[in-house]
């Protein structure tokens, strides 16, 4: 390799994001064979290796011929052709890449992603339905298909598609994904609120990850919590 390539530079402030490239089949095979698997370093990974002879693995792979090798090569800035070959694309300063492997971290790119958004589809600020008097911050998202009652205050949060917020409801430092119905009077303070979940009025959630379909009753309270249906802690 030296040889190959005698001059070259030494970076120590790179981050490895831990991105994985794959074939389209290999996403096929992992919603029919491999739902429950919550890492793909520790368990998809070693799976596609230790079966990777077997012979439904090798049906799904007949099902694509993508080239993975063509994609990465437009992304390498070696001209020197080598049949072992390491790509790496080098994220700029225009771009927002960050990463998202724990609750917290997840909740942080969000933020930034609000702080950033008008180099995003969402509008920050004045989009969601039905605005009237309520406040959006600078910093937050609320998707345009979304429903907002009077007197609503969202500050640094993102909101996704098709939610309906009531009146005097609170989202501070939160995300809420798509489908999800919030209650007058509601409070939302430094949470996560997976699709599909519904608050009825009144309720406050502090510090809090609620999981997809979840019903919040109404006036109840819950601080630092996770918040998932029964099936789901079976699993």
Not at 110 to 120: A, P
Not at 157 to 165: A, K, L
Request: glycine share 4%; aromatic share 4%; with cysteine.
């Amino acid at each position: 390799m030296l040889q190959r390539t005698p001059h070259f530079k030494m970076h120590s402030n790179l981050l490895d994001s831990h991105v994985y490239i794959v074939s389209r089949w290999v996403l096929d095979y992992m919603q029919e064979h491999l739902k429950n698997a919550l890492s793909f370093k520790r368990e998809v990974l070693p799976h596609l290796l230790k079966n990777q002879d077997s012979k439904i693995l090798l049906q799904f792979s007949e099902r694509f011929h993508d080239d993975i090798d063509k994609l990465a090569s437009q992304y390498s800035s070696s001209p020197i052709p080598s049949p072992t070959q390491c790509h790496a694309h080098t994220i700029t300063g225009a771009e927002l890449c960050t990463r998202v492997n724990t609750v917290s971290l997840y909740m942080e790119a969000n933020r930034m992603i609000g702080q950033h958004s008008s180099s995003f589809m969402l509008d920050s600020g004045t989009s969601g339905q039905g605005i009237k008097s309520s406040a959006i911050s600078g910093d937050s998202v609320v998707d345009e298909s979304t429903q907002l009652s009077d007197k609503v205050s969202v500050k640094r949060s993102m909101i996704g598609r098709h939610c309906v917020i009531g009146e005097k409801v609170k989202v501070i430092n939160s995300v809420i994904m798509d489908h999800v119905v919030i209650g007058e009077s509601c409070t939302i303070q430094n949470s996560i609120l997976c699709n599909q979940v519904r608050l009825e009025e009144k309720a406050t959630l502090k510090d809090c990850t609620v999981g997809p379909r979840v019903t919040i009753n109404s006036k109840a309270e819950h601080k630092g919590e996770l918040l998932v249906e029964d099936s789901e802690l079976d699993l």
